[in-house]
């Protein structure tokens, strides 16, 4: 289609050639060794294919059960590797079915695609104009977000908000796996007690005030479905103390300010009901950090 029998690289990709513009979809996934005639030289197809997606849309569905390989081990494993972003989920319902009572559906569900969270927000203590922010993303997805898009972060007293743009930051480029840095100083536009946002909306002029179009992290609490702002932090000027925007979260999360201890909350099910497991990061901010040992501790 393309002339070439080259995958599509970083350097190509987005640029809006025709190429980069084409994606895969396999309409017989699993369905036998070679998905009914999907890949004719399979180990060099498959591969093919899982270079170009890191890039480019893949999707598909099922259409046969074929066991060893339409159930969870294998499905997993190669929904992953070949980046998918979106299945069918009408067809086939005796594999879906099958993927229910393996135990990885709702993995499936919540893996497709990109899937951004929060591993950790580095403050510094408010300037009097500005305040230091490194936002940490990881993308615990399959895929990637595969239009361009703002990402801002922001500053809300109240009513009032004030957006700063990224422009370093293209969240295409943030793939499967990776950990990513966001950071700006961001304008505070006054003084007291203030919360931080981080806000992806569509770059549609059309959709970009509308929130169900802006990108949702995975944790827990901070999503804010009237506004589609992720609210990650509160400063509070009376205390002059962060706190986290979920700090109960399910998801791996912590606040860290400069030059200053931190914790690392971590997902509840290693504790008796009623604690959280959690570990003390020492000099969080500074070139040494020393994690502590785990345990877990009461929630509060």
């Known amino acids: 289609v393309t002339g070439s029998d080259a995958a599509l690289t970083a350097t190509l990709a987005h640029g809006g050639t025709e190429t980069a513009r084409l994606g895969h979809h396999n309409d017989c996934f699993l369905a036998s060794d070679t998905d009914y005639g999907t890949y004719e030289d399979v180990v060099v197809d498959k591969a093919f294919v899982a270079a170009e997606t890191l890039y480019t849309p893949m999707g598909g569905e099922t259409c046969a059960v074929n066991p060893p390989r339409s159930e969870c081990a294998t499905a997993t494993v190669e929904l992953?590797?070949?980046h998918f972003d979106y299945l069918n989920r009408g067809y086939h319902p005796d594999v879906l079915d099958g993927w229910a009572t393996g135990g990885c559906l709702s993995t499936i569900q919540r893996t497709l695609g990109h899937r951004l969270t929060l591993v950790r927000a580095t403050l510094e203590t408010p300037g009097a104009e500005a305040v230091a922010v490194i936002v940490t993303l990881r993308n615990d997805g399959w895929g990637a977000l595969r239009r361009a898009r703002p990402v801002l972060l922001g500053v809300r007293r109240g009513a009032d908000v004030t957006l700063t743009p990224v422009t370093a930051a293209d969240p295409r480029l943030w793939l499967p796996g990776e950990t990513?840095?966001?950071?700006a100083a961001v304008p505070l536009g006054g003084v007291g007690s203030f919360e931080l946002l981080l806000h992806l909306p569509d770059a549609?002029?059309?959709?970009?005030?509308?929130?169900?179009?802006?990108?949702?992290?995975?944790?827990?609490?901070?999503?804010?479905?009237?506004?589609?702002f992720n609210v990650f932090a509160q400063w509070d000027a009376a205390t002059a103390t962060w706190s986290l925007g979920s700090p109960r979260s399910t998801s791996a999360a912590f606040m860290c300010a400069l030059d200053t201890d931190c914790l690392e909350w971590?997902?509840?099910a290693?504790?008796?009901?009623?604690?959280?497991?959690?570990?003390?990061i020492y000099g969080a901010g500074r070139p040494s950090v020393r994690p502590g040992r785990l345990h877990c501790k009461p929630e509060v």
């Open 266 to 268: 971590l997902p509840a």
């Open 80 to 82: 992953a590797l070949l």
């Open 180 to 183: 990513v840095d966001v950071s």
């Open 270 to 280: 290693e504790c008796v009901p009623g604690q959280r497991l959690h570990r003390r």
């Open 204 to 228: 549609n002029p059309t959709l970009k005030d509308r929130p169900d179009y802006a990108v949702r992290l995975a944790n827990e609490n901070v999503w804010e479905a009237s506004s589609g």
